[in-house]
């Protein structure tokens, strides 16, 4: 069945955004994505009122507030250094930088319950889904350096992709696959990858896949057609993917303990190994390889040191990288997605939610904050943006708790001075939005060993 595109209107407001960010793009040659149409169900173009403001690195230095008075570091890592007493969690990692700096990379905890040893600045987590801003980061790179463009066609790109409607498939952006606008349904294919069946097999699935509405015009979060990415990164580039990434990204960014896939994260040195609940405590696993097989949707590792460079560099203080220009284009909003109002801090704080290029936006209380989370089997993340702080925030965690989610708007209400709620009393592991359909379900019985079951996709 054809699926016929609807005209396209404007709000003022996305006309703003847009108008707002052009003049930055186009002097970097970072183009601005292709405006956004109505959604068909349920989301709609972007609309929160900190939508239309560029980038911090765009605004005024006099235009960044100091934190709050009770953004106080120490009480930070006092409060992640409980979360790891009494079993609560096995181990994780914090990175905090202000201003340019790094007030924090430090681990707390152990990395593995059965061969315990700390948890330090220099231990690898699984990112999962936090890798998906690398991929918006690295598409970026190439639009700035004039091999790609946002509204480039991913056709053109990779000739044998194919949709189930031929108009789709040769409409498909690149700024669509990374903002989740293919217009397929939900987590397509996530099941099959869980299966162990390869991408490249899943990719050509995609033209059986049934269409919700033409590109661009609603949302609906991927993991599978997301790693599309990679192989335009591949043409545009001549480079592979992972290739590309570890020489335009961790390289000169000095992200030297991060990797990617499950060789990388066995490779390191000093890794965390991810648990699952069992009745006796925490079990220890293996990785499992399936959505490393996704590089650009779930395939990066890092440490707390890699993730305060990461955040110095998305917070404007590594142009030499990541151009403000760039950076003012991936964190804007393309599409709202209210489902990510519903749950746990979520629930309390965030007025309005939108997705970007590998980045949500959400109005958290009135304020602009670029954020992602990631969980895979064992594994969880989250990694905030306040622009207006200036203020980057990761924590990384290697157990199924929901516990530690409550470190960031704890974090984020400390630096904005907003009434104090007892955000780490919440066990919610299923606070991480629509990327939670997770997590791949173990059998505590198996004492290490990869689970076969699953039920979920990385967040």
Request: proline content about 7%; glycine content about 8%.
């Amino acid at each position: 069945m054809t699926v016929m595109r609807r005209r396209r209107r404007f709000r003022p407001l996305a006309i703003g955004l847009l108008g707002a960010l052009l003049p930055l793009a186009l002097s970097s040659t970072a183009q601005t994505p292709a405006p956004t149409a109505y959604a068909l169900q349920p989301a709609t173009v972007a609309q929160s009122p900190t939508a239309p403001l560029p980038y911090r690195t765009s605004l005024p230095a006099s235009s960044v507030l100091a934190p709050d008075a009770g953004f106080d570091v120490a009480a930070f890592e006092s409060m992640a250094d409980q979360l790891t007493y009494g079993n609560r969690v096995p181990g994780m990692a914090m990175a905090i930088v202000q201003g340019g700096k790094v007030l924090s990379a430090r681990g707390y905890g152990v990395t593995d319950v059965n061969h315990p040893q700390p948890v330090d600045a220099h231990t690898v987590f699984r990112l999962a889904s936090l890798s998906k801003a690398f991929a918006g980061t690295m598409a970026g790179l190439l639009v700035n350096d004039g091999v790609l463009r946002w509204d480039s066609k991913v056709v053109d790109y990779v000739p044998g992709f194919q949709l189930s409607d031929n108009v789709a498939t040769r409409q498909l952006t690149v700024a669509e696959v990374l903002s989740h606008r293919v217009g397929l349904t939900r987590n397509a294919y996530d099941r099959d990858i869980e299966s162990n069946v390869d991408y490249y097999s899943l990719s050509h699935k995609l033209a059986a896949a049934p269409l919700r509405c033409a590109p661009g015009d609603c949302y609906a979060y991927q993991n599978v057609a997301f790693s599309l990415v990679g192989d335009v990164v591949f043409a545009a580039s001549g480079s592979f993917y992972e290739q590309s990434v570890e020489r335009r990204i961790f390289k000169p960014l000095g992200m030297n303990d991060a990797s990617m896939g499950l060789a990388g994260i066995q490779a390191s040195p000093h890794w965390a190994r991810p648990h699952v609940r069992s009745r006796n405590g925490w079990v220890s696993l293996t990785p499992k390889p399936t959505y490393y097989r996704l590089a650009p949707a779930a395939g990066v590792n890092a440490s707390a040191s890699d993730m305060a460079q990461w955040l110095l560099a998305h917070t404007g203080h590594r142009t030499d990288v990541l151009p403000a220009p760039l950076l003012a284009t991936l964190h804007a909003p393309l599409i709202s997605t209210p489902g990510e109002m519903r749950s746990g801090w979520r629930h309390e704080r965030v007025d309005a939610a939108s997705y970007a290029l590998g980045w949500r936006v959400f109005d958290y209380a009135g304020h602009q904050v670029v954020f992602h989370a990631g969980a895979v089997q064992g594994y969880r993340g989250l990694v905030a943006l306040l622009p207006e702080r200036d203020v980057g925030i990761a924590i990384m965690w290697n157990g199924e708790s929901g516990l530690p989610s409550g470190m960031l708007p704890t974090i984020l209400d400390r630096a904005l001075g907003l009434p104090t709620k007892r955000w780490l009393d919440i066990d919610v592991d299923g606070d991480f939005g629509s990327e939670n359909m997770l997590a791949e379900k173990a059998d505590p019985a198996g004492k290490g060993a990869s689970s076969g079951k699953s039920v979920a996709s990385p967040r």
